[in-house]
């Protein structure tokens, strides 16, 4: 099974700050990957797909970028409707599997 | 809109057996993959099972596999997740998500299914 970690588990950041999420996968899985989002008591949402192509409706201060091993998602300014957990998911093989979060709270 | 609705989720004792159902609305149910994903309380998120949109290719977690069934009724637009010989370790939310060419798009709400005794 491919294993994917996230770094780090947790952050603070103020709002208008710039946020940057690493993910990296244990073997090379191209570019099959993707990134959600969760707000407490919530399900997922999905944000990025193919390590950067936005989901419809996804607004552009959410970017990925990377590919085989490495990738980030980077929000460009932090706004109050952002502090949430972040998962990233590879899908180039079953099973698919995620990371652990990042969970971005308020400084 | 797309929606998937779960429901079937509760309490029920180590050893019992849930029925999860998963009711599509908002888009042509036959022309997607469906996968279940689950979260205990507290954790991450945890792939469950997949089924292809015709339900003739079918994939289960280690975790699962011969215990659990993942089926659909493509002319109900419903998606199912028969759970049997539960552990406390099923305990989760689980959520049906819409799949297409493996990327999960869309996400249900979730059920709770709660093993205890």
């Known amino acids: 099974d491919i294993q994917m970690t996230q770094s780090p588990s947790s952050l603070s950041a103020s709002v208008g700050d710039r946020v940057t999420i690493t993910c990296r996968a244990s073997?090379?899985?191209?570019?099959?990957l993707a990134w959600f989002q969760q707000k407490p008591g919530k399900a997922p949402k999905s944000l990025i797909y193919a390590a950067s192509s936005l989901q419809s409706g996804v607004p552009s201060k959410f970017s990925g970028s990377g590919s085989g091993t490495d990738f980030t998602l980077t929000i460009s300014s932090l706004q109050p409707e952002d502090f949430a957990t972040y998962y990233c998911q590879q899908y180039n093989s079953y099973p698919l599997t995620f990371g652990g979060g990042t969970k971005v709270e308020i400084k | 809109e797309v929606q998937l609705v779960e429901s079937g989720g509760g309490l029920v004792q180590p050893g019992g057996s849930l029925r999860l159902s998963c009711a599509a609305s908002g888009f042509t149910f036959t022309n997607y993959e469906m996968n279940w994903v689950r979260q205990a309380p507290g954790k991450g998120l945890e792939w469950v099972s997949y089924?292809?949109?015709?339900?003739?290719?079918?994939y289960y977690a280690d975790s699962v596999k011969g215990r659990f069934t993942i089926s659909r009724d493509n002319a109900k637009n419903s998606l199912y997740l028969q759970m049997n010989s539960l552990r406390a370790e099923d305990t989760a939310v689980y959520y049906c998500?819409?799949?297409?060419?493996?990327?999960?798009?869309?996400w249900g709400q979730g059920t709770l299914v709660t093993v205890s005794s």
């Open positions: 073997q090379g899985i191209s570019n099959h």
């Open positions: 089924i292809s949109s015709s339900g003739t290719t079918i």
């Open positions: 998500a819409r799949t297409v060419v493996v990327v999960i798009d869309y």
